[in-house]
């Protein structure tokens, strides 16, 4: 199983960005997948989370301005990010409770998200 994000960038303060995260491989189904950020310096921390049906979780910090949803056909999920503001800086990671022979983990590698005041 391979997760691998895409759509970080530059951008200024009060612009939008967009991500995505493509599962692909021997998946059955995906679980819960979620967005995770870590900042230099700092602890990797939860932005948000979906589960398979629908039910989103979200961080202080991302509620109002951020918005999670996933793609079941397509294993894909997204997160559009609104407002953004230099604090949100940071590699965004993905994460997918995948169902294969078992439940496993799976990570990507991160995206870069960098917000210039």
């Known amino acids: 199983v391979h997760v691998v994000e895409s759509g970080g960038g530059l951008v200024q303060a009060g612009g939008s960005l967009r991500l995505s995260c493509a599962a692909s491989g021997s998946i059955f189904s995906i679980s819960a997948m979620g967005w995770y950020r870590q900042a230099p310096g700092k602890e990797r921390e939860v932005v948000a989370e979906?589960?398979?049906?629908?039910?989103?979780f979200y961080a202080d910090s991302a509620k109002g301005r951020f918005t999670i949803s996933r793609d079941n056909a397509k294993n894909t999920l997204y997160l559009q990010m609104d407002s953004l503001k230099p604090e949100d800086t940071a590699m965004y990671y993905c994460?997918?409770?995948?169902?294969?022979?078992?439940?496993?983990?799976?990570w990507g590698q991160g995206t870069q998200v960098t917000v210039s005041s």
């Open positions: 979906i589960s398979s049906g629908g039910s989103t």
């Open positions: 994460a997918a409770l995948v169902n294969t022979k078992d439940e496993n983990e799976y």
